[in-house]
């Protein structure tokens, strides 16, 4: 499981586009995102670098939590 600190969540269309962003490189990723956190959780064996940037992307702020 890897954890990452997402700054700029704020609603359920981030949670979307973050989910949609991680598991358009792993469709199988388990993408677990807390809004109040601030932090997203995923399973997958995409590298963390990979998840970052699919994060970074969508314009969010990302660091390893």
Known sequence: MQVF???GMSCGHCVKAITQAVQ???PAADVQVDLSAKTVQVQSSLPAATV???IKEE???????
């Open 24 to 26: 358009a490189r792993d």
């Open 59 to 65: 314009g969010y702020e990302v660091s390893a939590a």
């Open 52 to 54: 970052v940037e699919a």
């Open 5 to 7: 600190n997402v700054q």
